[in-house]
Each structure stands twice: as structure tokens, then as C-alpha cells.
């Protein structure tokens, strides 16, 4: 295509004026959003959608989103907006998540690759949302990237590669979440994640109950397979450097890319991490932090290109919460070419299970056990390392007085609770003495487990996410459950008032905090022979 001349727009009333009017006249405008950057046309002009497909050198099978800015602009780009829609625009919108429903005439073909569905979303950053309001018109925007290569993260990022190709672009500063949307589908008999984001797969569960996920979420698609959705390709993502993705242990990943060490190669390593490593290396976040992995990804891969960078030896995410967005970029960037370094040894598949208090976690790990799984009980090991001669429970007498024991000298278990928990900052000093100490008998016993041959682990811990115990779990899944039945199953299992179960129930995370890192969510809403039929389809998730 001939290069016309890109103009840099600043995030200013002018400014965002001129790029609207450009947009009204069916010219291509980059604008920044909360998740990348996204090139930007009027959705309902044909000529200048088409336009999008050429300046990217984006296939026509790869369908866009509709980026609105008022929850009153839906309804003219779709058929029907079903309850699933109505309850996700509630909880998400605006933010990254993109939904996809039946499209309406106002919305041509080429928007979505011919599919008789569209997909929609409403973005929180304010640019983008003055934009929308100013042109008055939905806008179809892909990520302003040329195809394939890593999605843009700033407006730098974006005239490396598509300045002269793009009327204008407008800086609004660098991304806050990093990855494009989530992107979910309402359209089939339940709903479907297509590609994951910022939203997780836990936190649409937590609308909607049951999600399924497509199968090109983790794997290739299928030759011939139709688009639903962007980012579904086989290769996409890619720095011009060769991706490899390695999964395995922090020393196992120093010594397998240090035994690489040549020219060209460099490693993308967890931060904290890269002192192990002898070759050139780039840091996406600490390992525990899967945002800060999301917000830097695309950046690193870009900086790998500048660096010079061959081949990039990636440090495997983990799968979990925002975590698998991470992952499925990864996995896409590398061509699906994945190095599993525990593969060899690794036998036990280890489940992360756990949920607030009163939640009915202890009836889903009875399933699971039935199953064959071996069960490690945080509240069993930590009641067994409070026990009379126990190291730990001379740390608690030391910090809390001897009135916390029994004539006997066994731990009165009321007592300390009456002072552990009688404020935060005591609550903090009870799991600051006691963790050291769980999380050491726990790791023996998971290690046990696997060495006896265990095809199923299961780690029993209410507070999983907060020891870092979720780190050697292959999966996570948190139990859920209304607040009254919470509290009522309290009551009647500690012999406690209302007030004491509530003041113990204020005290723990609410129910986003799961949703937002569990790998998947099941709720608990009193019927037990639905609870144990979420719990069987656990261990068809685990053994597919």
C-alpha cells in the first residue's frame, strides 16, 4: 500500500475531535484501550473495515470487534441481548471483556469474517470511550499491530509498525492490562471461552455458572477450523525471535537454557529469577504475579526483536486466573512448541482446592477422594503441628501466654482463637507463626504422595493463594456459596454465635478474590447432589 502521512495525537479534547472527525470520513485511527492498543474504524462502513485488513496484512477469516461506548449502543449491533449478556455487562462492562452474539443488518459481513455473529465490547479507558462518544459511531478495532506480530502496548509500539499506514494515531500512555480481552461466547447452548484475558475463566463462572472452554484455548486449532474469534490462530503473537516455552522448576529452567548458551539466545525469565540464568535475559513479573506478567508480556517480545534476540527461552506461567491469558499468548508466540522438563519424572496431577470458610469445600475433596485422590488437609496438618511437644506450638505459648493451653498442656483451641482473632494485626502474627510451620509438614506430605505413585493430589487449604501454595499445583479450584448458608454451616459446626462466625467471615477474602485466581469455581448453593455432580465433573476435567 502507498504510505500517506500518520499524524501523533495527544490525548486532548482537539485532538480527540480531529481523530474522530477522521473516522467519520472512513479513515483508520489507532486508539489506545485499557487491554492494547486497537486500529480503529467506523464498524458500520464497509470500505474502511476493509481498509483495517489491509493495513494490518490481516487475513479475512480473522473476524474484529465492535468497540462501543454507552451500554445503550448494544442493542443496534445485535439481534437479541440474551440475560448471560445482561448479567456480564453488569459485573465487566466497561473492561476487557468481549462478548459475541448474534449480529444484527447494521453491522456488515466483513466485520466478522462472514459469521452471522459480532463481537462486542465496551473499553473503560477514557480515551477510547471520548472517541467512540465524539465520532458517533461503533467502532471496529483489532490490535494495531501488523498481524501476527506482538500486540502493541504503547504508541510507540504501534508506528513501528504502522506508521504511514494509519491516518493518526493517539498516544493515551501505555496499556493497563497488557493482553487483548477476554472474549466469550453467548451464542451456543452454554457459554464459551474463546480466548482468555483480564476477565478470567473464574470470574465468568462466577456470573454465568458453567463456562466451558474451547479447545483452542490450550491447543492448535483443527486444519480448516472456522475463526470465531481473533487470536485463535495457530501462530500469532510472534516477535521475529524463534519462541520456545519451558516448563519446569526455576533451577530446572537455569540449568536447560544455560546449557543453550550461544549467540542470539536470550531467556524471558520470571523477576527474581534471571540472577540463575548465564545468557542475556528479559523479566515479565515475579512469578506469583500474573497481572504484572500480562501488563509486560508484549512489551519483552517486542524488546527481544530490539535486542537482537534469535531464539527466547521462555519461562512457563502458570495456567490460573489471568495466568492463562499469559499462557495462551505464550503458547501462540511459540508456535505450540512447548519443552516440559518435568514431563519425564512427573506422574501426580496436584489440585489446588479451596474457598472461604462455611464454603462446603470439605464435601467436593470427600468426592474426590472416593475417586482415589489423596488428600492433603491443611486444617488436619495444622491442627497436627499444634499438637503437645510440637515446635510450633512453643512459638505460639511464647507469643500468645500460657493461658492459650489446657491443665495438660494441649493447645486450648478457644482460647487462642479468642486472641488470634481479636483484631488484624493478631490474626496476622497467629498465620506469620503457623504457615512456616504447615506449609513444611504439607510439602512432606505431597512429596510422600507422589512418591507413593498418587495419579491425584489434592491440597486442602483455605488459604491456598495467600501461603503461595497454589505455585506447585497443577490446578486450582475454589468453592463458593451464599453468605447466610456460609454463616448458618459455621454456627452449627464450631458451636460459635452469628456475631463470631461473622466477624471471622468479614476477616477472609470476598468472593472475587477467588474468582479472580481459581483455575475454576464451583457454587455451593445448598443442594448437595448438585455439589457432587460439579465435584464428578472435576475429575473429568482432570482426566479428559
Same mark, same amino acid.
Given at each position: 500500500?502507498?504510505?500517506?502521512e500518520t499524524k501523533?495525537?495527544?490525548?486532548t479534547?482537539?485532538?480527540i475531535a480531529?481523530?474522530?472527525?477522521l473516522l467519520?470520513?472512513?479513515e483508520?485511527?489507532v ?6 492498543? #486497537?486500529?480503529?474504524?467506523d464498524?458500520?462502513n464497509?470500505?474502511?473495515?476493509a ?8 487475513p479475512q477469516?480473522?473476524?474484529l ?7 445503550s449502543?448494544? *442493542?443496534?449491533?445485535?439481534? =437479541? ?5 445482561k448479567k456480564?455487562a453488569a ?6 471483556l468481549?462478548?459475541?452474539l ?10 466478522s469474517?462472514?459469521?452471522?455473529t459480532?463481537?462486542v465490547?465496551?473499553?473503560?479507558h477514557p ?11 461503533p467502532?471496529? &478495532? ?7 506480530s ?5 504508541a510507540?509500539?504501534?508506528a513501528?509498525?504502522l506508521n504511514g499506514?494509519?491516518?493518526a494515531?493517539?498516544? #493515551?500512555g501505555?496499556?493497563? !492490562?497488557?493482553?487483548?480481552?477476554? !472474549?466469550? =461466547? ?9 480466548r482468555?484475558?483480564?476477565i478470567?475463566l473464574?470470574q465468568?463462572q ?7 472452554v474451547?479447545?483452542a !484455548?490450550?491447543?492448535?486449532?483443527k486444519?480448516?477450523?472456522?475463526v470465531?474469534s481473533?487470536?485463535?490462530k495457530y501462530?500469532?503473537? &510472534?516477535?521475529?525471535a524463534k ?6 522448576t526455576p533451577?530446572?529452567?537455569a540449568?536447560?537454557?544455560? =546449557? ?9 525469565c ?5 540472577t540463575?540464568?548465564t545468557v542475556?535475559t528479559?523479566?515479565? #513479573?515475579?512469578? /506469583?504475579?500474573a497481572?504484572? *506478567?500480562?501488563q *509486560? ?10 535486542l537482537?534476540?534469535?531464539?527466547l527461552y521462555t ?13 495462551n499468548r505464550?503458547?501462540?508466540a511459540a508456535?505450540?512448541e ?5 514431563a519425564p519424572?512427573?506422574? =501426580? !496431577? ?5 474457598g472461604?470458610? #462455611? @464454603? ?29 511437644? /510440637? ?6 505459648v511464647?507469643?500468645?501466654?500460657t ?6 498442656e ?7 482463637a479468642?486472641?488470634a482473632?481479636?483484631? %488484624?494485626?493478631?490474626t496476622?502474627?497467629?498465620t506469620?507463626?503457623t504457615h512456616?510451620?504447615?506449609?513444611a509438614r ?6 510422600e ?8 493430589i489434592?491440597?486442602d487449604?483455605p488459604?491456598l493463594? /495467600?501461603?503461595?501454595?497454589d ?6 479450584v475454589?468453592?463458593l456459596?451464599?453468605? /447466610? ?11 460459635? @454465635? ?6 471471622r467471615m468479614?476477616? *477472609?477474602?470476598? %468472593?472475587?478474590?477467588?474468582a479472580?485466581?481459581?483455575?475454576r469455581?464451583?457454587?455451593n448453593?445448598?443442594?448437595?447432589a448438585a455439589?457432587?455432580?460439579a ?5 473429568q476435567w482432570?482426566?479428559?
Amino acid at each position: 500500500m502507498n504510505p500517506i502521512e500518520t499524524k501523533m495525537l495527544k490525548n486532548t479534547p482537539a485532538d480527540i475531535a480531529l481523530a474522530a472527525e477522521l473516522l467519520k470520513r472512513g479513515e483508520l485511527v489507532v486508539m489506545p484501550t485499557e487491554t492494547v492498543y #486497537g486500529l480503529a474504524a467506523d464498524a458500520r462502513n464497509e470500505a474502511a473495515v476493509a481498509a483495517i485488513f489491509t493495513a494490518k496484512g490481516r487475513p479475512q477469516d480473522n473476524p474484529l470487534i465492535v468497540h462501543i461506548s454507552d451500554l445503550s449502543e448494544l *442493542q443496534a449491533l445485535v439481534k =437479541s441481548v440474551p440475560e448471560a449478556a445482561k448479567k456480564l455487562a453488569a459485573a465487566y462492562w466497561p473492561g476487557p471483556l468481549t462478548m459475541i452474539l448474534p449480529r444484527s443488518s447494521s453491522i456488515p459481513a466483513v466485520v466478522s469474517a462472514g459469521l452471522d455473529t459480532v463481537a462486542v465490547r465496551f473499553p473503560s479507558h477514557p480515551v477510547a470511550q471520548a472517541l467512540i462518544r465524539e465520532s458517533g459511531c461503533p467502532l471496529a &478495532a483489532p490490535s494495531a499491530n501488523l498481524s501476527g506480530s506482538p500486540s502493541p502496548t504503547t504508541a510507540a509500539h504501534v508506528a513501528a509498525d504502522l506508521n504511514g499506514r494509519v491516518s493518526a494515531i493517539v498516544d #493515551g500512555g501505555a496499556c493497563q !492490562v497488557g493482553l487483548e480481552s477476554t !472474549v466469550v =461466547s453467548l451464542v451456543g447452548d452454554k457459554p464459551r471461552l474463546l480466548r482468555p484475558g483480564g476477565i478470567t475463566l473464574a470470574q465468568l463462572q462466577a456470573v454465568l455458572g458453567d463456562v466451558e472452554v474451547d479447545d483452542a !484455548v490450550t491447543h492448535k486449532l483443527k486444519e480448516g477450523a472456522v475463526v470465531a474469534s481473533p487470536g485463535m490462530k495457530y501462530k500469532h503473537y &510472534a516477535p521475529k525471535a524463534k519462541v520456545v516455552l519451558v516448563k519446569g522448576t526455576p533451577a530446572a529452567f537455569a540449568a536447560f537454557v544455560n =546449557s543453550k548458551k550461544a549467540d542470539g539466545v536470550y531467556a524471558l525469565c520470571f523477576s527474581g529469577e534471571e540472577t540463575a540464568l548465564t545468557v542475556p535475559t528479559l523479566t515479565y #513479573g515475579r512469578r /506469583e504475579d500474573a497481572s504484572a *506478567q500480562a501488563q *509486560q508480556l508484549f512489551y519483552c517480545l517486542r524488546r527481544a526483536d530490539e535486542l537482537g534476540a534469535k531464539t527466547l527461552y521462555t519461562a512457563c506461567p502458570s495456567e490460573d486466573g489471568v495466568g492463562l491469558a499469559v499462557y495462551n499468548r505464550l503458547l501462540r508466540a511459540a508456535a505450540f512448541e512447548v519443552i516440559d522438563l518435568d514431563a519425564p519424572t512427573k506422574k =501426580s !496431577v496436584v489440585l489446588g482446592l479451596t474457598g472461604p470458610t #462455611g @464454603s462446603g469445600k470439605s464435601a467436593v475433596a470427600d468426592v474426590l477422594k472416593a475417586h482415589g485422590a489423596v488428600i492433603i488437609d491443611a486444617d488436619k496438618v495444622a491442627r497436627d503441628v499444634v499438637e503437645k511437644g /510440637e515446635p510450633c506450638l512453643a512459638a505460639l505459648v511464647e507469643a500468645f501466654g500460657t493461658e492459650i493451653l489446657n491443665p495438660d498442656e494441649t493447645l486450648n483451641r478457644r482460647a487462642l482463637a479468642a486472641k488470634a482473632f481479636a483484631s %488484624d494485626d493478631q490474626t496476622a502474627r497467629l498465620t506469620a507463626l503457623t504457615h512456616p510451620f504447615i506449609l513444611a509438614r504439607m510439602r512432606k506430605e505431597l512429596a510422600e504422595a507422589e512418591k507413593a505413585g498418587a495419579k491425584l493430589i489434592v491440597v486442602d487449604a483455605p488459604l491456598l493463594f /495467600e501461603s503461595g501454595f497454589d505455585r506447585v499445583c497443577d490446578k486450582t479450584v475454589a468453592v463458593l456459596a451464599p453468605r /447466610e448458608a456460609r454463616l448458618s454451616r459455621i454456627c452449627a459446626r464450631d458451636g460459635i @454465635s452469628e456475631k463470631a462466625a461473622a466477624e471471622r467471615m468479614a476477616r *477472609q477474602p470476598d %468472593d472475587e478474590f477467588y474468582a479472580a485466581r481459581a483455575t475454576r469455581l464451583i457454587r455451593n448453593d445448598g443442594d448437595l447432589a448438585a455439589l457432587y455432580s460439579a465435584a464428578e465433573e472435576i475429575i473429568q476435567w482432570l482426566n479428559p
